[in-house]
């Protein structure tokens, strides 16, 4: 039974206010300073009591702050996670409002990273002064951890608090990504490849030498590779089995450069390819799969230097089981919350789950407010969300740090 009681009034407004604060920030990630967002947070749990950790990177450059609550006694440690840093604006032409104005209209608050993921920010932070202000109804340790090198791709965040040193291994992290119609209970990995095509240079204008055209020979490559992409759809896990896996392994070209001016056949051409792991696809399956078909193209090129494939490495995909304790928990509180039993769900990018699942460590990488505009022109967040996701995530903590 949940220790946490569930009869008790949200503080929407607040949590908005914080949020309006935080999307008035702009924290673009390799555009702006980080310091000014995180002092936002910052001067928020100093204002309530709640000690919290500045995490630096070994440039001195700001990653995140972590803030912990501790029950009455010992039990289980679950971290609460959310970003800070967004994408950026694109072209602010496209947007109806200035992307950090956060302006309330409609029931909705507009800006850059109001969805993706400063609510869940805004929200945790609340949920976080909630817990300690009934820290004699639980067992165990509450942690926040809000990080702001999440969308360079880097995690910096991340790695410094689970990666150590010391080392950190919470018994389960739950994400604050938007949307709340579905659990999201993992999500694809991925892998990266940099290809390096050779050609023979020669004039292009030459009567007797014509050399090897390397672009040519990359997209044939190309071609090639997509009809490996289109196989792989075709290996996800059965939709039928326990805890399937139900998005398939994919391969997308990204990018391909070679060649310069108008007169030489070009040498060498650059081919990027970014793929995504399932269970039944792993990082040795693809690059099996990717090695032979490079193989199978360099044969039709005879007297050329064999392409160099250049591994970079990724992420396991991962799936929590339906029954795992955090499933389980959250699925409860939300379907107390809002009424209904949510389907889970996996998602097609990777993310820190990715990462933690790599270290032994479980996590929710989806439940949050309702939104839009990720990634995109006019974000926003639907405030009515916001008290049924806050009332969900008290009910799962109240089922796991219970006693």
Not at 79 to 100: C, H, K, Y
Not at 181 to 210: I, K, P, Q
Request: aromatic share 6%.
């Amino acid at each position: 039974m949940p220790s946490l009681e569930t009869d008790f009034d949200v503080p929407a407004d607040a949590i908005t206010a914080l949020l309006q604060s935080l999307v008035r920030t702009p924290s673009r990630a390799g555009e702006d300073a980080m310091a000014p967002v995180l002092d936002v947070a910052a001067r928020w749990f100093q204002a309530h009591a709640l000690p919290c950790e500045r995490l630096m990177g070994d440039d001195g450059q700001p990653l995140g702050l972590y803030a912990e609550v501790q029950g009455r006694s010992a039990g289980s440690w679950m971290v609460l996670n959310a970003t800070l840093d967004t994408a950026g604006f694109g072209d602010p032409g496209t947007w109806e409002r200035d992307p950090v104005s956060g302006d309330i209209e409609g029931g909705c608050l507009h800006g850059r990273g109001g969805a993706d993921s400063k609510a869940g920010a805004a929200l945790f932070a609340h949920l976080l002064a909630h817990c300690h202000a009934r820290r004699d109804r639980w067992a165990g340790r509450l942690g926040l951890l809000l990080d702001v090198d999440e969308h360079t791709g880097g995690f910096g965040g991340a790695r410094h608090f689970f990666g150590g040193p010391p080392a950190r291994r919470p018994d389960g992290v739950l994400i604050g990504y938007p949307g709340c119609e579905r659990l999201m209970l993992g999500a694809r990995g991925f892998l990266r490849a940099r290809l390096d095509v050779a050609g023979e240079a020669a004039h292009a204008g030459s009567g007797s030498r014509r050399g090897a055209n390397a672009v040519l020979r990359a997209a044939a490559l190309a071609q090639a590779l997509a009809a490996l992409d289109r196989d792989l759809a075709s290996r996800a896990d059965a939709p039928d089995a326990p805890d399937a896996f139900p998005l398939p392994p994919c391969l997308t070209v990204t990018a391909l450069h070679g060649g310069a001016g108008f007169t030489q056949v070009p040498d060498r051409c650059e081919l990027l390819l970014d793929l995504r792991l399932t269970p039944a696809v792993d990082a040795a399956a693809m690059r099996s799969a990717v090695e032979t078909v490079v193989q199978a193209q360099d044969a039709t090129w005879p007297g050329l230097p064999a392409t160099a494939v250049h591994w970079q490495s990724g992420w396991p995909a991962y799936r929590l089981a339906d029954a795992h304790p955090l499933v389980a928990a959250l699925r409860a509180g939300a379907a107390d919350a809002l009424g209904r039993t949510l389907p889970g769900a996996v998602a097609g990018p990777s993310n820190i789950g990715n990462y933690l699942a790599g270290l032994g460590v479980p996590a929710l990488c989806g439940f949050g407010v309702a939104g839009g505009g990720v990634h995109a022109a006019n974000e926003w967040v639907a405030l009515e969300s916001i008290a049924p996701v806050f009332r969900a995530y008290a009910g799962a903590l109240g089922r796991l740090l219970g006693v």
